[in-house]
């Protein structure tokens, strides 16, 4: 059945060799040869062909590849005397892989077993094919063959987590899990277990259907050897004990576990939530195996109304004699365990503040040098008032000015302080004046620190390199208030001197991009988010700093590349995290097999990657939107935008996942959708919400699904736009007037789509022409202004050929192609008009500008041209790629001025950019130079950049180091910000420029 010994697929291993040297060192051309020659001798032999489809798929001819892939598949099913062997259905199995279909290798894998039944080796190939496709009842069918043919217990393993897996996935209930425990409990009566991952499957099963009690007699049996770790045992025991209602039992586990490892901080928690029987950290419905740590302020306490001070009491009782029991400086966990006792107290209201602040002090002076201290103790700020959090604030600077520690750890604890400040928004109560002294006091010492560094290897973190990006923001912030420009270029300025020094720093180049895309200085953003160098899963995760601005800035094949690059990575995880999973099931790390599942499944729900999807082919569209007949290949290629509409259609029904690490953005922009930047600073304190995040996560979450809702209609929308104004223009009598499946379907979406911007489709209709006969102003369409418009556009094209066939209908729609110009030409008019100079003004809107060009002034220019292109008599030919070479006379006269209209639009947004690109470099510079001449007394910027200077003047620290501060220049950052904003500008006015070009080209 298998290869004979020094044969390769039925062919000796002598002649097959040299083919995969030839293709490991990439020699493909050689490759073939070889292999074409290996052919010639074994022509009936399907592994030569399942080589040379490999080396064909490598070299990039898949058509060419999954022919002969197909070939050998046929060859291996007509040939029956032939010997079939894991290696060529292996290697077939990798091309079908490569060429997107699984289904071809799972054929010849199902086959193979068919003419082989009870070939283990050619059932775990099937195995394999199944878990590539995710078929999970398939696996468990033939994990179960392969058990009964080796008895072997990682085969009925594979067939119990099949069957999990079943479950996770919503595919099945309580039977299965009895089936699988059916399975599991009979081969332990005969052959008993012999792993711990066995173990812990039988457990797990036990946990998923409630059988508490059961699972902990088998951790208590014979089988509970199997765990070699006292600790993981406990941990366990505790987690079932708790899950039971045993809370007592569970609490006892847990002190047992802290003894041996009292810095279990987690622990500690299952701990105190089994004492005091908290709904918050235990969960008896979650699918984790897990207790829950509680983070919330509103945990419940039942039944402890009498009983809670004692119980409170044991607790602080354990962790007095876990201090004394420890005696180690370094662990943290019975320091933090004081801190959360107290927490609890005040929460259920017998606690004392000033008990909670002193043990905050003492916690702090023992590790408040470390980076981890304020994620350790956020939680405890939490319980404090505003005016306890000032005495807490008063009492750290005493114990910081009072300690004797080195001058790292003095160092470490001043970064502290600094980040407490922020946190509990105490800075944003501070005068301008004294904000101004902090950013200056941060920065001295970052320069006062860096001999401290002076040692340390290029990538390695910096001593107080946080300090930089704590005054970056403290100088935003300055900005926010004053709103003078000279502190955000301070920002930047003092962030690009950190990156001088040390080129590694994720945060300051996060901080960066954002500021950069605020100055819509979009080059520059986009080469910090390159700098950043994400690769793997931190797509799904960083994309978000950079994904919605590319997509509404001017750098089209930019915002292209990161698509693609997201999508590629997303599409190639799906594809290949099957080879992960089978080698979790192959190592018998079946945890690992439900945690890849779950991750895959995970991502597949990803609303990032759902939304990149359909922003993708829109921004395709966008980019071929000057030529009618690339628009239309681009569509042909989308299905005319149908599937979309699948996807408008099912959003809802799909659990989607918000995986964004929203924890790294800055402060003033905490969401995607928000930047307070953009609005008025308001006097008093501004203190951040501890769960911001999660108090608007359902509405963001909300907010997302509509948008793709929303988008996902635009392809077909752009697409029965074209048909509809290609059957107003033809000259066919039978045809002019007929509502068409098209004009229904186009009209159905419109109303669709108003829907989603929160208006019926008639009072929607009445909105467009109240705005358009000055009735309303361009307020009410805001903030969805750009949907507005589009909806406008749409809505003329479906009415060409609504008014004949409609003529009776109780509505009338009085909009055409006058009044939609005449809304457009409103539109980019205010638009321009409000469009302030972008480096006088940060933030200033340049995006809305961008998008009405792009998109429904695209749309139009679409239709327009559809429309030139139908007023052509058939016999005429037209220039290729181009608009008609004929006169446009057949033109109707509305057309004609929509022509002249548009045109008249992209020349008022051309001249509007020329004047911003015209103004003299030197000048511009000079400007941002001004901003920085700070009086000695007073308090404009200028301070920090004082400081920095006199650093890059005296630095004596390194040879690295002094290289580094010596070639930073405040005059080379001001060039570069006015140069990236100039590209900005320039880029959308080729945009504009290319439009213009279409359109008088349609005139003649």
Known sequence: MASKFGMAGGIPERRVRPIWDAIDSRQLKNALKLSTALLSKYPNSSYALALKALILERMGKMDESLAVCINAKDLMYKNDSFLIDDLTLSTLQIVFQRLDHLDMATSCYEYACGKFPNNLELMTGLFNCYVREYSF?????????????????????????????????????????????????????????????????????????????????????????????????????????????????????????????????????????????????????????????????????????????????????????????????SIRGPGLANLEIERRKIIFGKGNAEKLMGDFILYFSRFGHLASFIGDVEIFLQVLQSDMKKQLLEKLVKCINSSSTSPRHFLGQQITFFKIRELIGDTFSLPVGDLVGFAVQMTEMYCQNLPLSKDLDAQESMYGEELLSMAGSVLVQLFWRTKHVGYLLEAIMVLELGLTVRSYVWRYKILLLHLSFFWNAHPLAYEWYKSLDVKNILLETVTHHIFTQMLTSPLLADASDVLKGYLKFMDDHFRESADLTFLAYRHRNYSKVI??????????????????????????????????????????????????????????????????????????????????????????????????????????????????????????????????????????????????????????????????????????????????????????????????????????????????????????????WQVLCSLLEQCI??????????????????????????????????????????????????????????????????????????LSMMNDVAKWLKEQIDKPVDEDVDFLLSSLQAEENGFKPGKVVKILEKLVLSVDVSERINRAVGSWKPVDVALKIVTTQRTTLTQFLNICESKQKVLKALKL
């Open 595 to 816: 945690e890849f599942v779950q991750f895959k499944e995970k991502l597949q729900q990803s609303s990032q990657y759902l939304t990149a999807r359909v922003e993708g082919s829109i921004l395709q569209l966008k980019q071929k939107a000057n030529n009618i007949e690339e628009t239309e290949s681009i569509l042909e290629s989308l299905n005319n935008g149908s599937d979309f509409i699948d996807v408008s259609n099912s959003v809802r029904s799909k659990n989607l996942t918000f995986n964004e690490d929203l924890k790294l953005r800055p402060w003033w922009t905490p969401s995607i959708e928000e930047n307070y930047l953009l609005g008025k600073h308001s006097n008093g304190i501004f203190q951040f919400p501890f769960n911001l995040l999660e108090q608007d996560e359902a509405k963001q979450a909300e907010a997302k699904v509509i948008s793709i809702e929303k988008r996902s209609l635009l392809p077909r929308m752009v697409y029965l736009s074209i048909q509809c104004a290609s059957l107003s223009i033809k000259e066919n009598s039978n045809i002019n007037g007929f509502d068409s499946k098209d004009s229904l379907e186009l009209k159905s979406l419109l109303e669709s789509y108003a829907k989603f911007l929160g208006l019926p489709f008639v009072d929607a209709v009445e909105l467009v022409i109240d705005v358009s006969n000055g009735k309303k102003s361009f307020e009410v369409f805001s903030p969805n202004l750009i949907d507005w418009m589009s909806f406008a556009v749409f809505l003329n094209a479906w009415n060409l050929n609504f008014h004949e066939s409609n003529s009776s209908d109780e509505h009338t729609f009085p909009i055409n």
């Open 137 to 329: 009842v398939k696996q468990q069918q033939i994990a179960i063959k392969m058990y009964k043919v080796a008895g072997e217990e990682r085969f009925l393993l594979w067939a119990v987590c099949s069957i999990q897996l079943q479950v996770f996935c919503g595919h099945g209930g309580e039977k299965l899990l009895q089936l699988a425990e059916g399975l599991l409990t009979k081969h332990i009566a005969s052959h008993s277990l012999h792993e711990p991952e066995a173990l812990s499957v039988y457990i797990s099963l036990l946990e998923q259907q409630a059988k508490y009690r059961d699972a902990l007699e088998v951790l208590s049996g014979n089988l509970g050897s199997l765990i070699m770790i006292e600790v993981d045992k406990l941990q366990i025991q505790g987690r079932l004990l708790a899950r039971a209602g045993d809370y007592n039992g569970a609490a006892d586990i847990f002190k047992k576990v802290l003894k041996l490892c009292p810095d279990d901080w987690e622990c500690f928690h299952h701990y105190l939530g089994c004492l005091l029987e908290d709904d918050c950290s235990l969960s008896r419905t979650s699918k984790s195996p897990s207790v829950q740590v509680s983070t919330s302020m509103n945990c419940q306490h039942r039944h402890l109304a009498d009983d809670f001070d004692s119980r409170i009491s044991r607790a602080s009782e354990f962790v007095g004699n876990l201090i004394t029991e420890a005696g180690s400086d």
């Open 829 to 902: 008019t205010e638009k321009i008009s409000s469009t302030k100079p972008l480096l006088s003004t940060p933030g200033t809107d340049l995006s809305s500008l961008v998008q009405l060009v792009t998109e429904p002034l695209s749309w139009l220019g679409l239709i327009i041209q559809c429309c030139v292109r139908s007023s052509v008599p058939s016999g005429k030919k037209k220039k290729k790629g181009g608009p008609s070479d004929l006169p446009n006379s057949q033109l109707p006269d509305a057309v004609k001025d929509s022509i002249s209209s548009l």
